[in-house]
């Protein structure tokens, strides 16, 4: 080739190996000429060509960058853009690419080349893009983490949690399952972790969710046993998680599936199998050994909420007489156990509660005399099969299942109180030297002695023995009840006393310049005893509920109503309240029976009684799980003492709770709040979201998310001439986040349900866009996934006026970034709901691909 000074020299004798093919001889001479070229313009063009030999030699890294430099020169050099272009496609940079070819096709608008190549990555970037987002992709990515060997724990932790999150939504249930994922989830069961175990049971529900026939198939892959036997493990976590699948399985196979399968309806409509199969395992649950105290309590749990009617419309209640007939004896056998006794069933201190309660929902849901009858049968023989003159631990077996009885359907323990021997037995265990003996024996006559007639018998046999028992036994418990039971005609005494160690008497505010005034005047000033001191008061409570005060309590509340005056009540209602200012000890109340106790005094008795009632209802309500702490029907009954506190005249902390609480009951399902809609609790709830106080305001705001479902309330925000629906949108640019957060939630369910409300948001305050872009710019993952939801809404409500609009802000910016991160559990949610948004403004034709992640 010889020694060449010129760069011209070299840059035209290149353009000759070039042409000749003798590609690497070029990329020589231009790579010389580059060193010794001083002209700009020169060096561009031999850039230019040495790209053009990078692209032959298939180095498209090379060829973007000799592109780039040639560009740097000249912007408009459509050569150098071109090739560039074509280097940026096979990096798989389609974004890129296409900006160039659009910059091309924009200098020289008629060249076919360029125009054909603007068609052709516009079309494959809007594929990769849909590829990228699909539900396939990421199924398969997952399964590839997870099936990964040599994959690190926390990938693969993060990736199980991602199958969680699609198997939320149905099309990526189906992949999952598609994509022979049942076996994985298996084996993932098979790990034994805990946070392993709880992301595969979590994936199966959302893969059971509303799909009948896929249930159905999983249900015979996994197996009801094995399922039976994750919820059995001592782990209160996965406990529930596998109660949750259950439940998710039961509304798939009883109703909650609205598919229309036709051809293969015939394979997946009989479901009775399946369904009689869970049945059956869940009874056997209740009193195997081999089952934890957690999967105990979900076991019965979910026979509570599956097994009787929900509708007693309803006439076919054969799961209620299967359960009686195949479960009955095992539910009372939970009963009869004692925990001071060996060779006990696990249980935890809610289990015996949750028994009475099923036994109760089970005998509510009979319908004839003859049905009633046998359960009392079966009952009876139990309770008789148990007593042994040589075996004191069966008696008091016997008698704690009676104790269970008397706390669900009293009207059947009540009974079997009345036969012979029964309450002869109680006394006698009285009497028993062995504590176990007297705790069960006090706890069943509390529980019996309720009529009157009962309390007679023990007065005229067993009023001595208990004297003996509360003077010689040192434990607390005992002694509580043995007060209790022995004369029901100290109700007042013992209430006065309870009021008086809880300090929960009425005090009168004295001002403090009036004491000055009394004591310059050398009258007598009452000054507080050093024990009415709230360190003091809160150490009495505890010790109180530690000896069983409630359990005291829930049985005085049932005693007649000659004995039980208003101003009794009225007490009880006070000492309630006391014992519920903690809200650590608000689980003991419920788990003994407060909740429901509660109830009468909120709705009978003198107006300063049914207010306290109601405030402790309230505390309870506000932190507790309704459905335990009020089970059945008597859940309904405790709305309206709460609507009450929400009148002017009672003062903030009672306002506060009862939102608080309502807001939990909200939560549970339609009839709750509808039943809250009928005591006309919603101008008040939206009066207090008007309140200058925070706390109120942000727990009414609250209550009012959970409403908006409601179609009653949606229409009060399409009404006009209000400034409903101004105030949420304000309320969502407000500093504090869990204000924001409800105000925005309610919002995002407000524009999805209603469309209008959508376009009629943008018109109540010239703020909105920017309060929206401060919502899907919130560090808050939840704040921010209600902010782009209704975006969502907005593009999804035919308004092409107001979607165009939205889009040609800078909320089109943030969706791409937010829409480009990479998978996250934590953020999860966020980023799907990003990407919708984008790919829904695709469809809408307000995008074009290469502004939106590819």
């Not at 949750?354 to 023989?381: F, G, T």
């Not at 727990?699 to 006009?720: I, P, S």
């Amino acid at each position: 080739m010889g020694e060449m000074a010129d760069p011209i020299q070299l840059k035209d004798e290149g353009n000759k190996h070039f042409q000749a093919g003798e590609v690497d001889k070029a990329i020589e001479c231009y790579t010389k000429a580059t060193k010794l070229c001083k002209d700009k313009k020169v060096l561009a063009v031999i850039y230019r060509n040495r790209s053009a030999c990078f692209l032959k030699k298939e180095s498209y890294t090379n060829a973007a960058s000799d592109a780039s430099k040639a560009i740097d020169v000249d912007a408009a050099d459509v050569k150098a853009l071109f090739r560039r272009c074509q280097a940026l496609e096979k990096l798989d940079k389609l974004d890129m690419a296409f900006k160039d070819v659009q910059r091309c096709s924009t200098i020289e608008p008629k060249n076919k080349t360029f125009l054909e190549t603007l068609r052709r990555l516009g079309a494959e970037i809007q594929a990769k893009l849909k590829t990228t987002f699909s539900t396939d992709s990421r199924v398969q990515n997952m399964f590839d983490i997870l099936l990964d060997e040599e994959m690190d724990k926390d990938k693969k932790e993060k990736a199980a949690n991602n199958l969680v999150v699609l198997a939320r939504e149905d099309a990526g249930a189906e992949r999952i399952f598609q994509n022979n994922g049942v076996p994985l989830l298996l084996d993932m069961l098979e790990t034994g972790k805990v946070e392993m175990v709880l992301a595969a049971i979590r994936t199966f529900a959302g893969m059971c969710t509303g799909h009948k026939a896929r249930t159905m198939a999983i249900i015979h892959l996994v197996g009801i046993d094995k399922l039976c036997s994750i919820m059995a493990v001592d782990n209160e976590d996965i406990a529930l998680a596998t109660s949750d699948l259950f439940q998710c399985i039961n509304d798939s196979l009883t109703g909650g599936d609205r598919r229309i399968y036709g051809k293969e309806e015939a394979l997946v409509l009989d479901a009775s199998k399946d369904l009689k199969s869970i049945l059956m395992a869940l009874l056997e649950m209740v009193a195997s050994k081999k089952v934890s105290g957690h999967g105990r309590d979900q076991a019965l749990n979910l026979l509570c909420r599956n097994v009787p009617r929900k509708d007693k419309k309803d006439h076919d209640h054969s799961k209620s007489l299967f359960t009686i007939d195949h479960g009955l004896k095992k539910i009372l056998k939970v009963c009869g156990q004692i925990p001071d006794l060996p060779d006990q069933l696990p249980m935890t201190e809610n289990t015996q509660l949750i028994a009475s309660v099923l036994l109760d929902k089970l005998w509510d849901d009979l319908r004839c005399d003859p049905e009633r009858d046998h359960y009392r049968e079966v009952c009876d023989e139990y309770i008789k099969g148990k007593f042994d003159p040589n075996d004191m631990d069966r008696n008091i077996h016997a008698i704690n299942a009676l104790s269970g009885l008397l706390q669900g359907p009293f009207e059947v323990g009540n009974q079997l109180v009345g036969r012979q021997g029964i309450m002869e037995m109680m006394v006698a265990l009285c009497g028993s030297e062995r504590e176990v003996d007297q705790m069960v024996a006090v706890e069943a006559l509390i529980h019996s002695s309720t009529k009157m007639s009962r309390a007679s018998f023990i007065i005229t046999n067993g009023v001595s023995l208990l004297k003996d028992i509360y003077k010689k036994t040192k434990n607390e418990k005992i002694k509580i009840r043995a007060l209790v039971s022995k004369d029901k005609t100290i109700l007042y005494a013992v209430a006065c006393t309870l009021v008086n160690c809880t300090n929960s008497y009425e005090k009168k505010e004295i001002m403090p310049e009036l004491v000055q005034l009394a004591k310059f005047s050398k009258q007598h000033v009452p000054e507080q005893h050093p024990k009415d001191k709230k360190d003091f008061i809160q150490k009495r409570v505890k010790r109180m509920l530690k000896g069983g005060v409630i359990s005291a309590l829930t049985v005085m509340v049932k005693a007649d109503n000659l004995l039980l005056t208003d101003q009794t009540k009225e007490m009880l209602a006070r000492v309630f309240l006391a014992l519920a200012d903690d809200a650590k000890d608000r689980g003991t109340i419920c788990a003994h029976g407060g909740g429901k106790a509660l109830i009468p005094l909120a709705l009978e008795g003198s107006a300063i009684g049914k207010i306290r009632a109601s405030h402790a209802l309230a505390k309870i309500a506000a932190v507790s799980n309704p459905e335990i702490a009020f089970p059945g029907e008597r859940i309904y009954e405790v709305v309206r003492p709460l609507v009450s506190l929400l009148h002017p005249e009672r003062d903030g902390v009672q306002n506060y709770e009862a939102l608080l609480s309502l807001t939990n009951l909200a939560g549970l399902n339609d009839k709750l709040r509808v039943k809250i809609l009928k005591e006309k609790a919603l101008p008040e709830i939206e009066q207090y979201m008007f309140e200058d106080h925070d706390h109120i305001r942000q727990a009414a705001t609250e209550c009012m998310c959970n409403l908006v479902t409601c179609k009653e309330v949606q229409d009060r925000y399409l009404e006009d001439g209000n400034d409903r629906l101004k105030l949420l949108v304000l309320m969502c640019a407000e500093d504090d986040e869990k204000l924001q957060r409800a105000a925005a939630g309610a919002l995002a369910m407000l524009t999805a349900a209603q469309k209008k409300l959508c376009t009629k948001m943008t018109l109540v305050t010239l703020q909105w866009m920017e309060i929206l872009q401060r919502l899907i710019l919130h560090d808050q993952p939840q704040i921010q996934h209600r902010g782009l939801v209704i975006v969502y809404n907005i593009l999804n409500s035919d308004d092409n006026e107001l979607a165009k609009k939205l889009i040609e802000s800078e909320i089109l910016e943030i969706l791409t970034v937010i829409g480009k991160a990479m998978d996250n559990p934590k953020r999860q949610l966020v980023i799907d709901v990003a990407r919708t948004c984008l790919v829904k403004a695709m469809d809408l034709g307000l995008i074009k691909p290469f502004t939106t992640p590819s």
